[in-house]
């Protein structure tokens, strides 16, 4: 079993950064991948970014691309996602997520946290 929670979201204008965290419980953080998906008010949830369980492969949303970035320190069982040059389409619920395969849709993952707000103004 693993519990996942995250937190850094808030309210931030077009083109500045936000940092989000996820802190996991348990022994085993180093032998999920771990993802960050978010979800917008209407919309299904969608994919954003996904990390090996090492840490060694990243592959993300083509729209957040030279945008965000996931990293995770497995010393810490935190996973996290710099977000930069922030853009109002990028207002959503964000969660993250952990599975025992790296995949890009969120039937894949095991286990969620709450989620985080993250908005964006223009």
């Known amino acids: 079993q693993v519990q996942l929670v995250e937190s850094g979201g808030g309210l931030v204008q077009a083109g500045g950064s936000l940092r989000l965290s996820c802190a996991a419980s348990?022994?085993?953080?180093?032998?999920?991948?771990m993802g960050w998906l978010r979800q917008a008010p209407g919309k299904e949830r969608e994919f954003v970014a996904r990390?090996?369980?090492?840490?060694?492969?990243?592959y993300y949303l083509d729209s957040v691309k030279g945008r965000f970035t996931i990293s995770r320190d497995n010393a810490k069982n935190t996973v996290y996602l710099q977000m930069n040059s922030l853009k109002p389409e990028d207002t959503a619920v964000y969660y993250c997520?952990?599975?025992?395969?790296?995949?890009?849709?969120?039937?894949?993952?095991?286990?969620w946290g709450q989620g985080t707000q993250v908005t964006v103004s223009s």
């Open positions: 997520a952990a599975g025992k395969v790296a995949v890009t849709s969120a039937p894949g993952y095991n286990y």
């Open positions: 990390i090996s369980g090492s840490g060694s492969s990243t």
């Open positions: 348990g022994r085993t953080f180093s032998s999920y991948a």
